[in-house]
């Protein structure tokens, strides 16, 4: 049996719209998550070439790190820890965030926004990195 949009309510004619453009959205979305993860795969299989210089390789695991980063905060970290690029403590974490490279500010915004220990350290690193002397309230929380 075929249910014909004309069928509908326009209360269920509104959600029916509704979650198809959601759905658009959403779909848009995971082709860019697919784009996202075959650039950080191609580039981790060229650091398996071996053909690159020690620098090269280190600004391509960097690349990869951010990207990481990026589409999952605690596992980029955790990647540039891992690689060495990174050391295992609040202050460095938070001047790499600082420094902010390549870093998409809302995943900056979900790190530090998380509810451990390790994190709220950084917050703390994180925000002393700042100079808020002779700002105003709105400058300053940009």
Request: aromatic share 6%; net charge negative.
């Amino acid at each position: 049996m075929y249910i014909f949009i004309s069928d509908l309510t326009p209360e269920q004619q509104k959600i029916l719209i509704d979650i198809r453009r959601r759905k658009t959205e959403l779909l848009l979305e995971i082709q860019q998550l697919k784009d996202d993860l075959c650039d950080v795969v191609s580039e981790m299989e060229s650091l398996d070439s071996g053909d690159d210089s020690k620098n090269s390789n280190k600004t391509k695991m960097m690349s990869i790190g951010r990207k990481k980063f990026n589409m999952d905060p605690k596992k980029g970290i955790e990647y540039l820890i891992e690689k060495g690029l990174l050391q295992n403590t609040p202050e460095h974490v938070a001047h790499f965030l600082h420094k902010g490279e390549g870093l998409n500010k809302t995943a900056i915004g979900d790190y530090l926004g998380e509810k451990n220990d390790f994190n709220e350290q950084v917050l703390q690193a994180f925000v002393e990195l700042h100079d808020f002397t002779d700002l105003i309230l709105v400058q300053a929380l940009r």
